[in-house]
């Protein structure tokens, strides 16, 4: 069982920067890849970013190229997505969701492929 809690989210402006974490419990969170999903107001939600368990392998979505960093500590076990060069269209509920990673070779982008999810931290870019 992984519990995950997101934190860091808030209010910033265009051009803007924020640190989300994604603190998980569990002892094998090392097994686990993590990914980063959003939710924006009448929208679906997302994939954003991802990465494997050893932290050897990242997956981006397009839009965030250049502009998000996803890492993690194990030893601390939490995620980190660095949000650079925001943009109002970043706005949205941000989750941190897990899946075990040891045997996985399937798309790190399917959210159905996870299996925890944290409760989301709300992200607001303003123009």
């Known amino acids: 069982q992984v519990q995950l809690v997101e934190s860091g989210g808030g209010l910033v402006q265009a051009g803007g920067s924020l640190r989300l974490s994604c603190a998980a419990s569990?002892?094998?969170?090392?097994?686990?890849?993590v990914g980063w999903f959003r939710q924006a107001p009448g929208k679906e939600r997302e994939f954003v970013t991802a990465?494997?368990?050893?932290?050897?392998?990242?997956y981006n979505t397009d839009s965030v190229n250049g502009r998000f960093t996803i890492s993690r500590d194990n030893a601390k076990n939490t995620v980190y997505l660095q949000m650079t060069s925001l943009k109002p269209e970043d706005t949205a509920v941000y989750y941190c969701?897990?899946?075990?990673?040891?045997?996985?070779?399937?798309?790190?982008?399917?959210?159905?492929?996870?299996?925890?999810w944290g409760q989301g931290t709300q992200v607001t870019v303003s123009s």
């Open positions: 990465i494997t368990w050893s932290g050897g392998s990242i």
């Open positions: 569990g002892r094998t969170f090392s097994s686990y890849a």
């Open positions: 969701a897990a899946l075990f990673d040891l045997v996985y070779s399937g798309s790190y982008s399917s959210e159905s492929h996870y299996d925890y």
